[in-house]
T-cell receptor, first 112, second 116 residues
């Protein structure tokens, strides 16, 4: 089955800097890769996703890149703000089981 | 439109006790999932359902049972609680439209369970 590895487990940046979180996956059949943000005490919420027919996707200050050959994908946050502080999870969609397999999470801290 | 709701929000159990967590969604979603979240472990799938009357095992199913008797509800049961089941439990749902599966999962607010 699918296995997703996420790095780093913690990341601290200064406000205004960029942050990059990386994930690798094992199943070459996976075709959908979402990123979720979870604020302290809250539920995970989708912030961006990418499908396997696309190499990069942007939404304002966040972007995701996908390298299917190497089986890795990354989240990029530019001009970080204190409200970006949260735990971020990557995931890969496993077919035909119709389920997501999550990475272990990255705790991002943005210092003002 | 309440989205995905979970009952209860908090619960403390003693070892060996049983309980049922209820997940309800009002979005007419086909697929429903139960996860547990532990520090440093991410979100691990316990059981899931791809339709009313169907269930399947996830990554960590031992010690849990589930039922999906109605499309909108997904129940997670602990028959004999153990301290290792202390965790935050999240329910999620997702949907399809026609022949296309839409993969975004919508999460409930979570249930914090402590087993002493």
């Amino acid at each position: 089955g699918e296995n997703v590895e996420q790095h780093p487990s913690t990341l601290s940046v200064q406000e205004g800097d960029s942050a990059v979180i990386k994930c690798t996956y094992s199943d070459s059949a996976s075709n959908y890769f979402p990123w979720y943000k979870q604020e302290l005490g809250k539920r995970p919420q989708l912030i961006i996703d990418i499908r396997s027919n696309v190499g990069e996707k942007k939404d304002q200050r966040i972007a995701v890149t996908l390298n299917k050959t190497a089986k890795h994908f990354s989240l990029h946050i530019t001009e970080t703000q204190p409200e970006d502080s949260a735990v971020y999870f990557c995931a890969a969609y496993e077919e035909p089981e119709i389920r997501l397999i999550f990475g272990q999470g990255t705790e991002l801290s943005v210092k003002p | 439109n309440a989205g995905v709701t979970q009952t209860p929000k908090f619960r403390v159990l003693k070892t060996g006790q049983s309980m049922t967590l209820l997940c309800a969604q009002d979005m007419n979603h086909e697929y429903m999932y139960w996860y547990r979240q532990d520090p440093g472990m991410g979100l691990r799938l316990i059981h899931y359902s791809v339709g009313e009357g169907t269930t399947a095992k996830g990554e960590v199913p031992d010690g849990y049972n589930v039922s999906r008797l109605k499309k909108q509800n997904f129940l997670l049961g602990l028959e004999s609680a153990a301290p290792s089941q202390t965790s935050v439990y999240f329910c999620a749902s997702s949907y399809r439209l026609g022949g296309q599966r839409y993969y975004e999962q919508y999460f409930g607010p979570g249930t914090r369970l402590t087993v002493t």
